[in-house]
């Protein structure tokens, strides 16, 4: 008889990660809907290495928190922080000798936000065909 243990995925730990912080995301987002002079914003993932970067890179997580002033109804600021980070993989660290080594990118922004004004609501209507 064969004795098998299943363990869990590293993706599956990072999709029940990503679906904890979409929960978070929304609660926090219909607390801050109602200041209207502020936003708010929180998210994070997974960052897949691109182009050369993929070939001693393995994947990994990222976060991004900001916030702002709402000057007006057209005009606001945000500012963002960002963090990724970047997992060596084994084989870089072999050729490399460093056995600990670690990477990271951290980021930090200020935007300014125009905000289009419409001076038209667009306006859902229902039309129905009869026949007769």
Known sequence: METRIFTRPRLTKSLQLLATMMLILCSVSAVCAQATRWNFNV?????FPQGDLSSFINNGGNFVVGGG???NKWLSTNGEFMWQDLPVNSSTKQALQTPDASARQYAVTFDPMVHPISRHRFKHSRSSASSG
Do not use: K
């Open 43 to 47: 998210g994070g993932g997974i960052g």
């Open 69 to 71: 002033y709402n000057v």
